[in-house]
């Protein structure tokens, strides 16, 4: 086959590559892509189409694997283009976005969803599936890292369980880099951390595990945690939570792609961009 990737970002260039060694020849377009997206994909030996509309002309099927804010406009164009085969939206956004999806490319949807890092090692990262053609799409994965896991044929399964999972992970990520802010602001970072290594050995090491993990790819971030705010509130549960978490992460923004970034490059911005805020709001109001 002919698959077209949209884009060979991090993670979307190890899909291609997947697919690559799976036998089937790799596509993209290097219109309004970064020089960096070029570089991963040239190095991957992916062809390079350069405009959306040669590439949906070219290809048997397509791979989304974009920032969830970005998916519906992407998959719209696609659409506009007059593409006509399978379309996998393998994107972070939630079940209702997923629906929206769904109802603008019709029988050529794929419910996706991706759990783990980049696909460089065996067992590490796994495509979720979901909806009538999800089989289909599965077969495109007989080699490679991408391992295919199989949720049946209702569309928004794949969505929900990539929601829940990163709820957690990412979700906890947040948490715990704020509470990291909060302790140096209140200045209690030395007695929390003392205390943590008593009573919640390793967690001390898991927040700054996580600020240099998460930090480089904050910036894309944000948009998942709102995804997933609205996930839970479609089921009738609190979103508050995850919208607080893509705040904090919006406050790290300016680490993407950094190198070796440390928990306290993490708390300076969590912290000052919270007093800019907070300036900009005047004084907190006393409580009587």
């Given at each position: ?34 020089a ?34 970005a998916?519906l ?26 629906a ?16 783990g890092?980049?696909?460089r ?6 495509l979720?599936?979901s ?9 495109w ?14 569309c ?22 704020a ?24 967690l001390?090491?898991r ?30 549960l609190?979103?508050?939570?995850h ?6 992460y ?15 490059d993490?708390?300076?911005r ?5 007093a ?12 009587s």
């Amino acid at each position: 086959m002919k698959v077209g990737l949209l884009h060979p970002g991090a993670m979307g260039v190890t899909v291609g590559t997947a697919l690559a060694e799976s036998g089937h020849r790799v596509h993209w377009a290097c219109d309004g892509r970064s020089a960096a997206t070029a570089q991963r994909a040239a190095g991957a030996g992916f062809a390079d189409l350069q405009t959306l509309p040669n590439l949906t002309k070219a290809v048997d099927g397509i791979i989304s694997v974009c920032p969830p804010e970005a998916a519906l406009e992407l998959a719209a164009s696609v659409v506009r283009s007059g593409f006509s085969g399978l379309y996998v939206d393998a994107n972070a956004v939630s079940p209702d976005t997923g629906a929206r999806l769904a109802e603008l490319l019709g029988e050529r949807y794929v419910d996706g969803g991706i759990v783990g890092p980049p696909a460089r090692s065996p067992g590490s990262t796994r495509l979720f599936l979901s909806g009538p053609r999800a089989e289909e799409a599965a077969d495109w994965f007989a080699a490679g890292f991408i391992e295919t896991v199989m949720l049946g044929e209702r569309c928004g399964a794949a969505k929900a369980l990539k929601m829940c999972y990163a709820a957690y992970t990412k979700g906890a990520s947040a948490l715990l880099l704020a509470i990291r802010a909060l302790a140096e602001a209140e200045g209690v970072t030395d007695a929390l951390l003392a205390e943590w290594s008593r009573s919640q050995p390793g967690l001390a090491e898991r927040s700054e595990h996580s600020a240099k993990a998460v930090s480089p790819k904050a910036w894309r971030f944000a948009g998942e945690m709102r995804e997933i705010a609205a996930t839970f509130e479609a089921a009738g549960l609190p979103g508050g939570f995850h919208e607080a978490a893509a705040s904090v992460y919006e406050r790290m923004a300016d680490l993407k792609n950094a190198d070796h970034p440390q928990v306290a490059d993490v708390i300076e911005r969590l912290l000052n961009e919270g007093a800019s805020e907070g300036s900009s709001q005047g004084p907190r109001p006393t409580v009587s």
